[in-house]
């Protein structure tokens, strides 16, 4: 893999350094507006190209992209790499709103693609250990899922700056930004819900908390998020023989708890810290594509297509508007 980065922001920073140590990637060029900005993280990470436009970043031979920008330009972004013939990685959100993620990937479809949407734990060695233990638990019943965390942005935003993050014309808010880990969780063990509604606190249209409701067949989902204060991070599963929980965000696993009713109890840490979680993702994006794994990158992109059209059903449930949906309405 021959990666081009669009994006210099702080996630770009984090995980850049972490990418030498997956195997068959190497890292080209990094693009981004401001030359001083771009040039600086290029030169601490030893990457050759530091460009400023998307015509310079496909000049520099790359295969592939991975789009770390705000948002509300994923889909922009996405769809130009795509129609060059690039591969493409991208941040979460795939997309604004499902109809931007749906035609994506059927882009991505009609040029034998590969797109995936960045989201590290479901990579992770911890998130398939949860999945081996799931039939252990018996009949799920409660599935409970908090990551809240005070936004270092929520006290400029509380006196009327409003950073991408709080925006909605940015596509930002809690349920985009936090949420979306939780959903991507209970999606891919349980597949999309019969029904949802979102309950959120809105301030100046965009959702600085909420709890989304997920109703399955015989038992529920509760998925919270909060940029507008801080909670204990978790992630539960409750069944009729016992249950699990991680001790840390579904964006980072920590430990695995599994606790049965004959008191049987296993607790299994992650190998992979904060910052280094991208390596398994990214192992697996160049794993994919050298083997030409177009159905492994379906059921990847099948799930983030489902997440997309749960994300959108929940933010119009509580009223929450974006500008790419006017688009779509015209």
């Not at 695995?256 to 049987?264: I, K, P, Q, S, V």
Request: charged share 20%; glycine share 6%.
């Amino acid at each position: 893999m021959r990666l081009g980065i669009i994006g210099s922001g702080m996630i770009v920073k984090e995980f850049l350094p972490h990418l030498r140590e997956v195997e068959g990637l190497e890292v080209v060029a990094v693009q981004a507006r401001r030359m001083e900005q771009v040039r600086a993280v290029c030169e601490a990470n030893d990457v050759p190209n530091a460009v400023t436009s998307f015509t310079d970043l496909l000049a520099t031979g790359i295969d592939t992209v991975y789009v770390a920008v705000p948002n509300a330009i994923h889909y922009s972004y996405c769809r130009q790499a795509l129609e060059a013939g690039l591969n493409v990685v991208v941040e979460k959100p795939m997309a604004s709103n499902a109809r931007e993620a749906h035609e994506l990937a059927q882009i991505a479809r009609s040029r034998n693609a590969f797109l995936f949407e960045a989201i590290t734990a479901a990579h992770l060695p911890s998130f398939q250990l949860v999945k081996d233990w799931l039939p252990r638990i018996g009949t799920v019943k409660l599935v409970n899922a908090n990551f809240s965390q005070y936004s270092s942005r929520y006290d400029a935003f509380r006196a009327g700056t409003i950073a991408p993050a709080f925006d909605p014309a940015h596509s930002g808010g809690a349920l985009m930004d936090l949420n979306l880990y939780n959903l991507h969780w209970v999606i891919d063990l349980f597949g999309k819900p019969e029904g949802l509604t979102y309950f959120a606190n809105v301030d100046r249209g965009i959702d600085t908390s909420g709890t989304v409701v997920l109703r399955y067949p015989g038992f529920l989902a509760t998925c919270i998020a909060a940029k507008d204060c801080a909670g204990p991070k978790l992630f539960s599963i409750q069944g009729i023989d016992g249950y699990i929980n991680l001790d840390l965000n579904p964006g980072l696993v920590g430990t695995a708890h599994l606790r049965l009713n004959d008191g049987t109890q296993e607790d299994v840490v992650e190998a992979y810290g904060s910052a280094r979680r991208v390596i398994p993702e990214f192992q697996h994006f160049v794993d994919y594509i050298n083997r030409k794994d177009y159905e492994a990158c379906e059921k990847h992109l099948e799930q983030s297509l489902a997440v997309a059209d749960v994300l959108t059903e929940a933010r119009l449930d509580a009223g929450i508007a974006f500008p790419a949906d006017a688009i779509h309405e015209s």
